[in-house]
């Protein structure tokens, strides 16, 4: 569960290492425990290939940096062709996403009337600023809105060659929060502001609204408690993510789900019922969640990107790629830790929206799906040309059934990556989309911030039938921890680079790191799309017409990187592993043993000198073996027996809990959740497996770098001695350790 496990120092430090292995096999027994994860569990296994810290500037990294008292509460609010407008407190910036140089900026100080109110209600002085929420561009004009110091206000601004003039103010009720710690969303159609907000003090009176058209008010059937996460438009409607307080599952106690909802863009409200308010608002459920006999779902989105072009899995296929959106899901503070990042088809939302409602019958009734006997004909969800025109009955019908019975699934019908541990959780999601590689496929590669001053970089591919992620790199930004609140993917001009924003910093970094890698070995296994090996080097794939680049993605091996590397070395200075015993009836017997776990690598011969010499390799037939072998590192003996006796004294009181609290639930119908209906349900995949207990083996890379631990799993199925055999030998390894280290620029 956790990113890896170092034995470095295990015999000198055996407590913090035995707690760091436990805590991470109880996660995983955890996970297995409440929602079989059959196959997908080696999502929480993943480790980085690369390690790199980011440090002071050069190497094509770039700070915005400003003489303003910390905190300054950044925020990225709008992106502009090359320039991203950030928002801070008291202040927005205009700043060119080329140079990360300063463009101009507009500084807004809260009023003094305002502060003096602020103050007097007992705020503290730090919230009784103006903290800028919404920049919108309008034409020559930028609408900015701010919370001046609990009083929202909006002003436009004409753009200048080189400065912000003023032009008007307005109320910023509905377009604004008034505590900065409110979550909001806000977005400019069509000249108009869509916002999702609260418009009072308290957050009691969630809304999202758009010039004088709101949700219902005080209704919890709209919105319960919601936490708004960000929106977009798509074709005719605007779209909004946000997580809330769950109506339907009451009758369980409360829980939080994510939710999209949508309203047509040209919606004006009802003509008898429903005036003031939107006609075409509904929500459904986002499903983000590992199938199994009882699904473990990630019910907390805290953001999503707009939608884009892209294709979860890589193809060779360029017109695979379809309109779909990415988003990153949390569980809840007081459970176990863990984040997820899902996908989702816009086609799978449009189809959810079509079928059935859910409601109640009345207050003490359970949520269930609406009979199609009783939904108005035609289906309410269609965009009308003019809202005033719809009947009473169907806008009475609209008032009582917001919420659709059917979740939207995510696209594979599980997290594309999942984090357990307790070292960091996901905050933000940038994409690259469709990057075509040097192998012809083509990749949506994500960027992932954390709360911690991490950005992991990942690609997602589809090996023997099933999603595989692949981490390649995990970049530390903020060596102070500090959270992620912005991620922007920038490519033009030959210019590749992210911009990583935290509270206090701005940041440009390079969107791969090639160069690091001085061997062809070490840059095929890194699997980056963006790397590949020419010339003795390894760069950034910038013609298609170098096909003699080297590059393996999907196994992180090729045959010719050992070829160049022989011709490299004399005979006797070819790596290999010590010998592991003297005794010939040892070799023997290891060699009996060793031969039953050898699928999937190939012997290569190379020569040079007229003396032939033979090494092992990963064959590209079954990359999902070497997958398996570089996921885990050695573990002592005694660390692996005190941890199982921790997991499972953890894991009997935590049964017991569970238990007792299966038994004093209601009866199953009274417990109906959102996906009880059987024709809501997702896809859900059984793995009934009868695993033997086989012993682990130990085994080494044929790069003799990094030492690994190798279960008798192949696919999920027992191997045992099923495993196909081959003349190959697998050597094997005693005590070996070496734990690959971080990279500094």
């Not at 690091?516 to 070995?521: A, D, E, N, Q, S």
Request: aromatic share 10%; proline share 5%.
């Amino acid at each position: 569960m956790m990113r890896y496990i170092s034995t470095m120092d295990s015999k000198r430090f055996p407590g913090p290492t035995l707690w760091k292995y436990t805590t991470s096999i109880l996660i995983g027994f955890l996970f297995n425990t409440i929602g079989p994860i059959g196959c997908v569990s080696d999502k929480f296994l993943w480790k980085a290939n690369s390690e790199v810290v980011i440090q002071g500037v050069g190497n094509g990294v770039e700070w915005f940096t400003k003489n303003e008292t910390r905190p300054n509460h950044y925020r990225i609010l709008l992106v502009k062709d090359d320039n991203v407008l950030i928002a801070a407190r008291n202040y927005f910036y205009n700043i060119s996403m080329i140079s990360l140089q300063e463009n101009m900026h507009s500084r807004w100080d809260a009023s003094r009337i305002a502060v003096t109110e602020c103050l007097m209600k007992d705020k503290s002085e730090e919230v009784c600023q103006n903290y800028i929420r919404v920049i919108a561009l309008n034409d020559s004009d930028l609408l900015v809105c701010g919370t001046n110091a609990f009083k929202p206000i909006c002003r436009s601004y004409e753009i200048k060659r080189d400065s912000y003039v003023r032009r008007i103010s307005q109320n910023g009720v509905g377009s604004c929060p008034f505590d900065p710690n409110h979550n909001s969303t806000a977005l400019l159609v069509d000249h108009k502001l869509f916002a999702a907000t609260v418009a009072d003090t308290s957050g009691r009176d969630p809304l999202i609204f758009r010039g004088m058209i709101r949700t219902e008010q005080h209704d919890s059937r709209w919105l319960n408690e919601p936490d708004f996460v960000s929106t977009f438009d798509y074709e005719d409607k605007v779209y909004f993510v946000f997580r809330e307080a769950a109506v339907e599952n009451i009758n369980c106690g409360k829980a939080v789900f994510s939710r999209i909802a949508r309203v047509c863009k040209n919606d004006e409200g009802g003509k008898r019922s429903l005036v003031g308010t939107w006609t075409s608002f509904y929500k459904a459920r986002l499903n983000c969640s590992i199938p199994g006999e009882f699904p473990f779902y990630f019910n907390e989105v805290v953001h999503s990107t707009g939608v884009l072009k892209g294709n979860h899995i890589s193809s060779v296929d360029k017109h695979a790629a379809s309109d779909i959106f990415y988003a990153i899901f949390n569980t809840p503070e007081n459970s176990i830790p863990a984040s997820a990042i899902c996908a989702f088809s816009m086609g799978d939302v449009n189809k959810t929206f079509k079928s059935r409602f859910k409601g109640q019958e009345s207050s003490v009734h359970n949520w269930l799906a609406v009979h199609e006997k009783e939904t108005p004909v035609p289906h309410p969800e269609g965009c009308q040309s003019n809202s005033k025109n719809i009947p009473d009955q169907t806008l009475n019908f609209i008032k009582s059934h917001p919420l659709m019975n059917d979740a939207v699934p995510s696209l594979g019908h599980q997290p594309i990556l999942v984090n357990g541990g307790f070292n960091y959780r996901f905050t933000r999601i940038a994409v690259h989309q469709q990057y075509l590689a040097v192998d012809g496929r083509y990749y949506d590669i994500l960027f992932i911030g954390t709360n911690d001053g991490h950005v992991l970089k990942v690609i997602n591919i589809e090996q023997n039938g099933k999603m595989r992620s692949i981490v390649i790199e995990e970049l530390l930004v903020f060596k102070d921890k500090s959270m992620i609140v912005g991620l922007e993917v920038y490519h033009k001009f030959g210019l590749e680079k992210l911009i990583v924003v935290s509270g206090d910093d701005v940041v440009s970094i390079p969107l791969h790191r090639c160069h690091i890698k001085v061997t062809c070995r070490e840059c095929v296994a890194l699997q980056d799309p963006y790397c590949s090996w020419l010339d003795g080097k390894c760069s950034a794939f910038s013609s298609r017409r170098e096909i003699s680049r080297i590059q393996n993605i999907r196994v992180g091996f090729h045959a010719m990187c050992e070829e160049e590397e022989m011709n490299g070395f004399f005979h006797n200075e070819i790596p290999r592993m010590p010998e592991s015993s003297s005794n010939d009836d040892n070799n023997n017997n290891n060699n009996k043993k060793n031969s039953k776990i050898n699928k999937g690598y190939r012997r290569l011969s190379t020569s040079r000198g007229g003396n032939r010499n033979e090494i092992e390799a990963p064959d590209p037939k079954f990359g999902q073996t070497l997958d398996n072998v570089a996921s885990a590192q050695m573990i002592p003996t005694s660390i692996f027996i005190g941890s199982l006796v921790l997991v499972f004294l953890f894991a009997g009181v935590l049964g017991f809990i569970i238990g007792f609290k299966v038994s004093t639930c209601r009866t199953p119908g009274e417990c109906e959740s959102p996906l009880d209906d059987p024709k809501a349900n997702l896809h859900h995949h059984h793995h009934h497996h009868h695993h033997r207990q086989d012993t682990d083996h130990y085994y080494a890379k044929p790069d003799n770098i990094v030492p690994t631990k190798y279960n008798n799993v192949w696919d999920c199925n027992p191997r045992g001695n099923k495993v196909p055999n081959t003349s190959t030998d697998f050597r094997s390894v005693n005590n070996y350790t070496n734990v690959r280290g971080k990279t500094y620029l």
